[in-house]
């Protein structure tokens, strides 16, 4: 029989994501619920205890109650929403973090998939407070740009409505409270909260994220050719792995780093300036909100659990 898939949330953006992703699969059954009951409790019950894996993509009250909803059947879960990241019992959905983390992932009955923003931080991150090059108590902070849908369909409706008069570039997250600062720390190895400042801008989806490093305070400063090492060390030969590390180089700039670049793909690609003489690095990652940063990290993650 084939695994029943049910996506809760399937009419939102993340949910018509991941219907596209499936939609010439043959090896599932995606089922559907009609979109006038899917905000009802009985019938969502229903699907989701039917399913063999649901996958969540609501807000984050709404995961809850899915999650409540389930019981104990034994559906297993993927959640898109903020609400189980750093929650105990859930494995969390990005499987290049480690090299045991797929086989934790394709083991769980409960994945939290990664929210957009911090997976590029945590993809370059991790590897170098691992290695002891930066030092999880170092004051981490990241900008990078993201596509409007990161904003879900209110956002997406409003963009879309202004059309060129919607602001070209916009930071906010402004009180320093954004909601991926727990799973941010926790998942890079940091011991503080890293700062973030994020910007979205008038285009649809795709996204930068850049952590600029000032490295000259430390004991032992890595040249950026260790840095590069250790993050190209991490993800060589990586089972499941859809994150790329692209040759380092001294360039002055470079179009891969528009944020569409990767759009429609489940690709993530990183990549480490730096200037040496004056102790100076970042380490940037390009992808699609949509893609690894949402939806294709949940297909991702959906295959690894079926062993597909
Ligand atoms: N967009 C992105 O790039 C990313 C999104 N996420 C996360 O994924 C989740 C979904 O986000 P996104 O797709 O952008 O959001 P959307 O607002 O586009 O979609 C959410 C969907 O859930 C439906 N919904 C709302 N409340 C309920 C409920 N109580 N029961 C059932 N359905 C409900 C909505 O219906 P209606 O529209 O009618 O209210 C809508 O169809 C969120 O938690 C988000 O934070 C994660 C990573 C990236
Ligand atoms: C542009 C924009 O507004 N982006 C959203 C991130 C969307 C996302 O990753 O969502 P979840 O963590 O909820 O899954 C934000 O910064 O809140």
């Known amino acids: 029989m084939k695994p029943k898939i049910f996506i809760d949330g399937e009419h939102g953006t993340t949910g018509l994501q991941i219907r596209a992703r499936l939609a010439d699969r043959n090896d599932i059954d995606v089922l559907s619920i009609p979109v006038e009951r899917r905000k009802d409790p009985e019938a969502r019950a229903d ?23 389930i019981g104990d059947a034994d559906t297993r879960v993927i959640d898109a929403s903020t609400a189980h990241r750093v929650a105990a019992g859930w494995a969390y959905g990005f499987p290049e973090m480690d090299r045991e983390q797929a086989k934790t992932i394709a083991a769980a009955k409960l994945v939290a998939n990664p929210g957009c923003w911090p997976q590029g931080p945590i993809a370059t991150l991790r590897p170098l407070v691992k290695a002891g090059l930066v030092p999880a108590g170092f004051p981490i902070t990241m900008n990078g740009i993201s596509g409007y849908s990161g904003g879900g369909r209110q956002m997406v409706e409003d963009y879309e409505a202004k059309g060129d ?39 649809a989806q795709g996204m930068v994220t850049a952590v600029p490093l000032q490295l000259a305070a430390l ?8 840095l590069h090492a250790a993050i190209a060390d991490h993800y060589a030969g990586l ?3 859809v994150v790329e590390v692209a040759p380092y180089e001294a360039i002055e700039r470079t179009p891969e780093l528009n944020p569409e670049t990767y759009n429609n793909t489940n690709r993530m690609r990183l990549h480490v300036f730096a200037n040496d003489k004056k102790a100076q690095a970042l380490l940037v990652a390009v992808y699609d909100n949509l893609g690894k940063g949402a939806s294709g990290a949940a297909v991702q993650n959906m295959d690894i659990m079926l062993g597909t």
């Open 47 to 69: 699907f989701l205890r039917t399913a063999d894996i649901a996958i969540l993509c609501l807000p984050d009250d709404a995961a809850r109650e899915s999650v409540a909803l």
């Open 165 to 203: 008069g919607a602001p070209d570039y916009l930071p906010y997250g402004l009180t320093f409270q954004h909601k991926h600062v727990p799973e941010f720390r926790l998942y890079a190895g940091l011991s503080r909260d890293p700062m973030m400042q994020p910007v979205v801008g008038n285009f």
């Open 239 to 241: 089972e499941h792995s």
């Open 219 to 226: 004991n032992h400063v890595p040249t950026g050719a260790e």
